[in-house]
């Protein structure tokens, strides 16, 4: 049984600091690795999308990377700013099995 | 290009009732799964329909049960509703490469559901 863990839980930073979240997982048999944020009460929105052959995907000043052998992936957020703020959440994703979602970090940038 | 649709976006329901949720995919995305979200449990999994069938399950009582029509779109069932399904529930869609991989999962905004 695939399980994710996300830490830290919770982070708050001072604007224009880099940072990294941690994504670890049991069962490297992933198909691919997903980054979400999710707003108060809203849905997720997809941020980056690492398939299992890939090492990193980068968008903008966000850079995702992913170790299957160690079980682990991180995003990494550049000059961090206020609207930065949310939950962000990693998914693995085993094909045809169901997508294991992490626990979720926090994040609060400070003006 | 249209995103994920849910409807509704808000539900009050009574102990006891049942409800029925709908999502309508992105165009042309086959693949739509469904989620809840609490705050103590975080999102779990429910069920994955592909091609209007149901492909994988989570670990849910048979209260929850969905399906999916020949457009892709899907609609998810719970029956004799409890004060713990109260939740955000998500939907997901994406499209299915050869093989069973996965491309980019797109959520809907979801439905808050309270039960009373």
């Known amino acids: 049984k695939q399980e994710v863990t996300q830490i830290p839980a919770a982070l708050s930073v001072p604007e224009g600091e880099n940072l990294v979240l941690n994504c670890s997982f049991t069962?490297?048999?992933?198909?691919?690795l997903q980054w979400f944020r999710q707003d108060p009460g809203k849905g997720l929105t997809s941020l980056l999308l690492?398939?299992?052959?890939?090492r990193e995907q980068t968008s903008g000043r966000l850079n995702a990377s992913l170790d299957k052998s160690s079980g682990r992936s991180t995003l990494y957020i550049a000059a961090s700013q206020p609207g930065d703020s949310a939950t962000y959440l990693c998914a693995a994703s085993g094909g045809y099995q169901k997508v294991t979602f992490g626990t979720g970090t926090k994040l609060q940038v400070i003006p | 290009k249209a995103g994920v649709t849910q409807t509704p976006r808000y539900l009050i329901k009574t102990r006891g009732q049942q409800v029925t949720l709908s999502c309508s995919p992105i165009?042309?995305?086959?693949?739509v799964s469904w989620y809840q979200q609490t705050p103590g449990q975080g999102l779990q999994f429910l069920f994955e329909y592909f091609s209007e069938t149901q492909r994988n399950k989570g670990n849910f009582p048979g209260r929850f049960s969905g399906r999916q029509f020949s457009n892709s779109r899907s609609e998810m069932n719970v029956s004799t509703l409890e004060l713990g399904d109260s939740a955000l529930y998500l939907c997901?869609?994406?499209?299915?490469?050869?093989?069973?991989?996965?491309?980019?999962?797109?959520f809907g905004q979801g439905t808050r559901l309270t039960v009373v």
């Open positions: 997901a869609s994406s499209q299915t490469k050869t093989g069973g991989g996965r491309t980019e999962a797109f």
């Open positions: 069962d490297s048999a992933i198909y691919n």
């Open positions: 165009s042309g995305h086959r693949s």
């Open positions: 690492i398939q299992s052959s890939q």
